[in-house]
């Protein structure tokens, strides 16, 4: 069982800058990949970025150069940076835990929901314009 807590988030004017932070407790394979999605009301949830053990990166399309994802090993935390938001990004937000996955550019999507197995208590971003 993998227990994953998320914290951040809140609400920002456009252009400003937020943070989230996934804690990830319980057993993770050496192949886990963790990813961020988010669902705004009324909308399919969508993949925003995700790493690999390796420390893989990939972003969709419309937060690249604006969010950074990143990992600390140590703490078992994953974070998303976010920058240079609009108002397009308000969404709730949620981590989560794809268990069999190897980061390729170039490769795959990495955001199919369906093989993400554990997920964060997710969190409102809210950006004002």
């Known amino acids: 069982q993998v227990q994953l807590a998320q914290s951040g988030g809140g609400s920002v004017q456009a252009g400003g800058s937020l943070s989230l932070s996934c804690s990830i407790s319980?057993?993770?394979?050496?192949?886990?990949?963790i990813g961020w999605f988010r669902q705004a009301p009324g909308k399919e949830r969508e993949g925003v970025a995700s790493?690999?053990?390796?420390?893989?990166?990939i972003y969709t399309n419309s937060v690249k150069g604006r969010f950074t994802i990143s990992q600390d090993n140590a703490k078992n935390t994953v974070y998303l940076e976010m920058r240079d938001l609009k108002a397009e990004d308000t969404a709730t937000y949620y981590c989560?835990?794809?268990?069999?996955?190897?980061?390729?550019?170039?490769?795959?999507?990495?955001?199919?929901?369906?093989?993400?197995?554990?997920w964060g208590q997710g969190t409102r971003v809210t950006v004002s314009s």
């Open positions: 989560a835990t794809n268990p069999r996955c190897t980061l390729i550019n170039g490769g795959p999507s990495p955001f199919e929901p369906n093989d993400y197995k554990y």
């Open positions: 319980g057993d993770t394979s050496i192949d886990t990949c």
């Open positions: 790493i690999d053990s390796d420390g893989t990166t």
